[in-house]
Every structure is written in structure tokens, then in C-alpha cells.
């Protein structure tokens, strides 16, 4: 009867069906402890609910408008005076103060009253008048790109526009076709073909949503593991139980309530904030469904393999904190991907975001399919494959570890049991003796 139990236990189908169960366990384990931690709860779901729409909010008026600017014309001319009020009739820029000095200028910069000043040096009516160049010194904050923008295009456009009206009255045209011929003699036209707003969300905020599914996915997969650990007693990342006797079952186990829960947040980020916020969205469902299955996958694997790393809660807050910008930049979406050090990039071909966001940016922005980021779609699936294996490895390393140091645990109960035995039995024997030697001296 014994023996046939036995057999039973061990067939391939009661395996399976084992397996299966642990996995459940796990999954079901892991659900429930993102609902009862707080933290968890926090970065898991409360963070990527709320702070796409915060970001969003921040950026959705695209570009900056009258940004304030400040006046030292040392000409006092009607040239230098007319390019002010082109200047100040811009919907970008505002003149807000007239100023004797640079120095003054400076001040007002420096107070954060204006973002840059326009300084016409007192010959610049005269080189006018003489048919030479004159010059338009053009000063502004570069620590805000947005006003910077704003103020050097907004003077870039006038100058354009008095140099066309100086050509003319120089070129001697008799008629308003010479006129465009001397100012424009090849004409264009600029029409922007994905970004059409031109503005800085539409530009950023794909990659800061894909970002954000990442980086909180991190935190969340990085605070169960400071909790697993707090919670054990010997601070190891797998318990000791019979549910967590094997690598699979905790592997596919964890990562599958991972992926239930952040399947959602990733088409919550990637198709209903954008339209909440009018950004440029041309994605089609197939090709969102095809790039986020490996995204999310790859950024689950990627967090269970950083997992080992985390001894406390507070450590991985410290670890997503820090590199976030750093991931952001090494994407190539706020700095040229060409210009990037062969070094960094190949940093940045180990992070799931840096192909994640890529692709997401020229789903969303271009409309290209899975077959037009080829490149990112197949390095993804990669990183699936290899972080799959090296968090089998971490949660390998991590049973071994528990089964060696609950072993240890039980040989030394053992040896204080046999220990204490031992003393016991000498105890009795002494006292036996010595009762005996008692007994003859009393005889």
C-alpha cells in the first residue's frame, strides 16, 4: 500500500500537477501582498495611476509663451527699436524690462524676473546705415531649454525679417517677384511630419511612460524582496516551505502576478493617457499588444534578477531614485543616440527601457509597426530569454542557500539534543555512583 503511495508521488503527473499547485500558491501569495503592502500598493498601482497624469498635466501646453525678456539698447534707433517690437508682439516672448547695463540684466536673470536679455551695442544703426553687419547679442538662462527656445528663435525670426526688408531696399527691384527673388531665391516650406505640435510632451512623454512602467515595476518587485527578507528569519529571499521547493514554480509563479497586474497598467499608460491629454498617438492595438509583451516581461525578469541585490526595503527606493534620469538619457531620446559612447551604449543595451522606449516612440509618434522596429522587438525578446535565465539562477542560488543554512539549523538542534542527552546520562551515572559508594560506606 506504502509502496504504491509512493510511486504515486513520484510519477511525472503528480509532479506536474504539483508544480502547478506551488505555482498558484506563489502566484495567488504574491497578489495578496500587493493589496496588504503598503509600499508595494504605493509604487505598484497608486504611482503609475497618478503620476502620468501629473507629468502629463505639467506638459501639456507644449510650449512656453511669453517668456520674459529684458532690454539694454545702447543705440536708441529706430532699427533697434523696431526689432523690439517685433520682439515684444511674438506669442513666445514678452519685453518686461528696459535696462541701462548688462549688469543689470544680469540681476534681473539672476531673480528670476527674466529668462535672457537683448543687447544692441551703440553702433548698430550705424553699421546699418553703412551697409555693413551689425550684430544683436542675444543672452539667455540655459539651465530652462523651453525659454531658452523661445528667446533665440524669437531673434532669429525678426533678425530673418529685417534682413529681407534691407535686401530689398539695397537689391533695386522694380517689381514684388525681384523682391522674392533677391530675399527668398529658393523657397520652402516646412512641414513637420510627426511631431506637428512641435512642442516638448509630445517629444518626452512617450519615453517617460515606458519609463515609469519600468521603474515602478523595480521598485515593487524590489520592496516584496526587502520584505521577504525582513519577514524570514534568517533574511533569506525564499522561505522555507514546501510550496518554494523549486526554481520554475517561484520564477513563473511571481512573474506571472506581476505581468496580470502591470498588463493593465502598461495599456493604461500607453493608450489612455495620451488621449486624455490630446498628445500624438498613432498606435494600433496589435502593435502595442506585440511591443509590450516582452517589455513588461523583460522589466519583470530584470527586477527578479536585481532582487538579489536588495537586503532592505530602502535600498531599492535608493537604486530606481538614482538611475532613472540616467535610463532616460541613455535612450537616445533627449540626447542623439550617435553621439552616445560606445561604452554607454553598451550599458544601455542591458536596460529593457532603453528598446522599450525607442520602440514605443516610433509606434506612437510615427505609427511604424512591429516589422518597422525590427531592432527593439528582437532585443527585447533577448532580454526576455537571458533575464529569465539569470533569475532562475538568483532563485536557484537562493533555495541552495536556505536548504543549506535550514540544514545546518537542524544539525545544530541536533547536536545540543545529543549534547544535552549525553550530559543528562553522565549526570546519572555520577549520581548513580556515587549513591552506590554511599550505600557500601554505609554498610
Not at 505598484?44 to 502620468?52: E, R
Not at 511669453?66 to 508682439?89: G, L, M, Q, Y
Amino acid at each position: 500500500m506504502s509502496t504504491s503511495h509512493n510511486m504515486e508521488n513520484d510519477s511525472l503527473l503528480y509532479r506536474i500537477k504539483q508544480g502547478i499547485n506551488d505555482t498558484c500558491y506563489i502566484w495567488a501569495k504574491e497578489l495578496r501582498s500587493t493589496v496588504t503592502d503598503e509600499g508595494v500598493l504605493i509604487f505598484c498601482i497608486l504611482v503609475p495611476l497618478l503620476y502620468p497624469l501629473l507629468y502629463s498635466w505639467a506638459y501639456n501646453n507644449e510650449v512656453v509663451r511669453e517668456v520674459p525678456v529684458a532690454i539694454v539698447d545702447k543705440s536708441h534707433s529706430t532699427a533697434s527699436r523696431e526689432f523690439i517690437r517685433n520682439v515684444d508682439a511674438s506669442p513666445d516672448t514678452r519685453v518686461a524690462y528696459y535696462c541701462n547695463s548688462l549688469e543689470e540684466a544680469q540681476g534681473l536673470t539672476a531673480k528670476q524676473q527674466v529668462n535672457g536679455a537683448i543687447y544692441f551695442p551703440a553702433d548698430f544703426n550705424k553699421l546699418l546705415n553703412r551697409g555693413e553687419q551689425a550684430t544683436v547679442n542675444v543672452y539667455t538662462d540655459m539651465s530652462l531649454m523651453l525659454t531658452y527656445k523661445a528667446i533665440y528663435q524669437t531673434t532669429q525670426a525678426v533678425s530673418a525679417g529685417m534682413n529681407s526688408k534691407i535686401q530689398i531696399t539695397l537689391g533695386g527691384g522694380m517689381t514684388d517677384r525681384e523682391d522674392e527673388v533677391v530675399t527668398q531665391p529658393l523657397a520652402f516650406e516646412e512641414v513637420p511630419i510627426f511631431n506637428t505640435t512641435g512642442g516638448y510632451g509630445n517629444a518626452i512623454l512617450p519615453g517617460v511612460l515606458m519609463l515609469i512602467l519600468q521603474q515602478t515595476l523595480l521598485l515593487g518587485i524590489g520592496l516584496a524582496a526587502g520584505t521577504a527578507r525582513e519577514n524570514n528569519r534568517y533574511q533569506d529571499l525564499v522561505p522555507i516551505s514546501k510550496h518554494y521547493n523549486g526554481i520554475f514554480r517561484i520564477v513563473l509563479g511571481k512573474s506571472l502576478s506581476y505581468f496580470m497586474l502591470y498588463a493593465i497598467m502598461g495599456a493604461y499608460l500607453a493608450l489612455v493617457v495620451p488621449h486624455m491629454f490630446n498628445y500624438i498617438s498613432l498606435v494600433s492595438a496589435e502593435t502595442i499588444l506585440g511591443l509590450l509583451l516582452p517589455y513588461i516581461l523583460s522589466c519583470i525578469f530584470f527586477g527578479m534578477t536585481l532582487s538579489c541585490l536588495v537586503r532592505y526595503r530602502e535600498n531599492v527606493m535608493l537604486l530606481v531614485v538614482f538611475t532613472s534620469v540616467p535610463f532616460l538619457f541613455l535612450t537616445g531620446i533627449s540626447w542623439p543616440q550617435s553621439n552616445i559612447p560606445g561604452f554607454w551604449q553598451g550599458i544601455a543595451s542591458l536596460i529593457p527601457s532603453t528598446f522599450g522606449i525607442r520602440g514605443f516612440l516610433r509606434i506612437s509618434s510615427m505609427g511604424a509597426s512591429l516589422s518597422d522596429i525590427r531592432v527593439e522587438y528582437q532585443a527585447l525578446w533577448i532580454q526576455v530569454f537571458v533575464y529569465f535565465i539569470t533569475a532562475c539562477l538568483v532563485y536557484r542560488y537562493q533555495i541552495n542557500t536556505t536548504r543549506k543554512r535550514a540544514f545546518n539549523q537542524m544539525q545544530m538542534v541536533k547536536e545540543k539534543a545529543i549534547a544535552a542527552k549525553a550530559k543528562k546520562l553522565q549526570e546519572y551515572e555520577a549520581k548513580s555512583v556515587l549513591q552506590s559508594n554511599t550505600e557500601n560506606a554505609t554498610n
